[in-house]
């Protein structure tokens, strides 16, 4: 599975932005679907998973209730959209892709990754 991340950019605290990840080679909707970010000196860390169908979504409580996570299997293509950003918020983002992570929230229960889109939120 190949994945390409778009989407990224600069915008003030408050606005809001989406993410687009279009994975190619394989069948998408037997992958669940996830985002993770890395800020500048901190760790990856889990943003939002989608299951395969699109009937579950699990978020990171830091931005429960900001963001959503979404797919559509007939575009081959799954979302972040990010509302109410938060300097906070400033990260790469990546998207990954497994056909069922142990653990959602762990990076390395993922098996494939796509390269970041940057993410800037001025204050």
């Known amino acids: 599975v190949q994945l390409q991340a778009s989407g990224g950019g600069l915008v003030q605290a408050g606005g809001s932005l989406r993410l687009s990840c279009a994975p190619s080679g394989r069948t998408f909707n037997k992958y669940f679907m996830g985002w993770f970010r890395q800020a500048p000196g901190k760790e990856r860390e889990f943003v939002a998973a989608i299951s395969w169908s699109g009937s579950t979504t699990h978020y990171a409580n830091s931005v429960e209730g900001r963001f959503t996570i979404s797919r559509d299997n007939a575009k081959n293509t799954v979302y972040l959209q990010m509302n109410s950003l938060e300097p906070e918020d400033t990260a790469v983002y990546y998207c990954?892709?497994?056909?069922?992570?142990?653990?959602?929230?762990?990076?390395?229960?993922?098996?494939?990754w796509g390269k970041g889109t940057q993410v800037t939120v001025s204050s």
């Open positions: 990954a892709a497994d056909l069922g992570p142990a653990k959602i929230r762990v990076g390395a229960e993922w098996s494939y």
